[in-house]
């Protein structure tokens, strides 16, 4: 049974900082890309951060590219999205996300249950 365990969600300040964290278990996931994306309320669901597994590249929304980080620890199987620099538009559930990736929501197979991110002013 695949799992995707998000954690690290939060409500911090304008500027500050969060670590979110991804598990994966269940299955082999070296030959998946692993994506972040988030949702806020009323929007539709948008692509943010994603690693190949097998080699470490990686993609970024225009929106965060500069302030948010994204990497994978292969000895753990997780994932982890370092934001900086939050702003309150950063705002939503955060989502991790396994499959062929990169960007689109129909690419991925297999979904985490979310953490929520809120980002005051």
């Known amino acids: 049974q695949v799992q995707l365990v998000e954690s690290g969600g939060g409500l911090v300040q304008a500027g500050g900082s969060l670590r979110l964290s991804c598990a994966a278990s269940?299955?082999?996931?070296?030959?998946?890309?692993m994506g972040w994306f988030r949702q806020a309320p009323g929007k539709e669901r948008e692509f943010v951060a994603a690693?190949?597994?097998?080699?470490?590249?990686?993609l970024y929304a225009v929106s965060v590219k500069g302030r948010f980080t994204i990497s994978r620890d292969n000895a753990k199987n997780t994932v982890y999205l370092q934001m900086n620099s939050l702003k309150p538009e950063d705002t939503g559930v955060y989502y991790c996300?396994?499959?062929?990736?990169?960007?689109?929501?129909?690419?991925?197979?297999?979904w985490g249950q979310g953490t929520q991110v809120t980002v005051s002013s």
């Open positions: 690693i190949s597994w097998s080699d470490g590249r990686t």
């Open positions: 269940g299955r082999t996931f070296s030959k998946d890309t």
């Open positions: 996300a396994a499959g062929r990736g990169p960007a689109v929501v129909a690419t991925y197979d297999y």
